[in-house]
């Protein structure tokens, strides 16, 4: 089993900048690939960006111009910067990692609160 833990998330104006971080833990093996999603109340939870150990890189087209998604290897870690940030920006956001080939594994961290308000 894979544990993913957020860190990160909070209060911020619009404008503003944070850095979201998730680390796993259990089962994980380095070739996962590890994204961020999240949703808004009311909504579906939606893709926001992933990297795979390779460093390839996909964005929605919604976060593409202000977040930027990165990955320390040896940590295993994930990270979200967002800049810019929007009243829209507001959700929960999950981190997910998973496995397309044995072991297969789609794993969910527990979501962290990101609110953009003045």
């Known amino acids: 089993q894979v544990q993913l833990v957020e860190s990160g998330g909070g209060l911020v104006q619009p404008g503003g900048s944070l850095k979201l971080s998730c680390a796993p833990s259990g089962n994980f093996y380095s070739g996962s690939i590890m994204g961020w999603y999240r949703q808004a109340p009311g909504k579906q939870r939606e893709f926001v960006a992933s990297?795979?150990?390779?460093?390839?890189?996909k964005y929605a087209d919604s976060s593409e111009d202000r977040f930027t998604i990165s990955r320390n290897n040896a940590k295993n870690t994930v990270y979200l910067q967002m800049d810019n940030l929007k009243p829209e920006d507001t959700a929960v956001y999950y981190c997910?990692?998973?496995?397309?080939?044995?072991?297969?594994?789609?794993?969910w961290g527990q979501g962290t609160q990101v609110t953009v308000s003045s």
């Open positions: 997910n990692a998973k496995r397309t080939t044995p072991p297969i594994y789609n794993a």
């Open positions: 990297i795979t150990s390779g460093g390839t890189i």
